[in-house]
């Protein structure tokens, strides 16, 4: 048994925009959304060991076969055969139920790290093909690149539309439910404004008039404090600001550093989990032997 031990980050990402489009007979939506990376992180290790096993930092979070990692497992498992089985160990730092994709991050980076532990050389789309029955989102953190993504968000039209700006995110310690927030939505198939000509041609500062996350009309009814904390962001200085996918996550894009440094801090002295992630950022999707 290899005695090598793996690390990687796998990363959050928010919402810009999200025009919730048609209702589908399989029960998904079609949608159109602009997807860009933070800072927020979970930490993996993964090792050999005698059984497949998966630890997490938060006890809260299952483990069992609903988790996303082990869904990604098994998907993997099916579609080439594992030749060993390992100890996953990951510490988490992204708030479940938050709209920042964690689940479906963990379980992107899950795949990417066993398909190059194994050396089994399956390309990015071999993933993504494999992955569709774990999560919409998880084409787009196995790319790694940011973009427009359609279908049920599965269909990603890589575009840089990473902010250069800074943003700060909050999770106001009460999860969303994606079934909920999708069932109370009404979908527009014709949306007022185009979203990829906002993300790449208007100004940010212009984004409150024409940049909007259709499932804010489902979730702030229910999740008060959700839309208590887009008012913050503005309070704090944020020229935008929004929920993230299904919430209940809200994030605000500031200009300058010190203050959104100061908003920053302000939800930490609330006991509220946040991050701050710098102009244009980029995630290092590097997967490293440790030692």
Known sequence: MSNEIWIADSYAKINLGLHVLDRLPTGYHAIETGFCFLEWRDRFEVRQAPEMKLELSDEEIPTDGSNLINKAIAALDR?????????????????????????????ALTLRMLNKIEEMGLSDDELIDLSRNIGADVPFFIKGKTGIGKGIGHEIEELDIQPNHWIV?????????????????????????????T?????????????????????????????????????????????????SAVYGIFEQDFVATNAYQGFLELDLPASLTRPGFEPDYGIYRKG
């Open 169 to 197: 995110a909050c999770y106001p310690n009460k999860q969303s439910s994606t079934a909920e927030a999708y069932k109370y939505c009404v979908p527009n198939p014709d949306p007022d404004f185009d979203l990829k000509k």
């Open 79 to 107: 579609y080439v055969g594992l030749k060993n089985n390992y100890l996953i160990r990951v510490d988490k730092r992204i708030p479940t139920g938050a709209g920042l994709g964690g689940g479906s991050s963990n379980a």
């Open 199 to 247: 993300l790449t041609e208007e100004p940010i500062d212009e984004w409150q008039y024409t940049l909007f996350n259709d499932l804010e009309q489902a979730v702030f009814p229910r999740i008060h404090v959700s839309g208590n904390l887009k008012d913050q962001m503005y309070e704090f200085g944020a020229i935008y600001a929004s929920m993230t996918g299904s919430g």
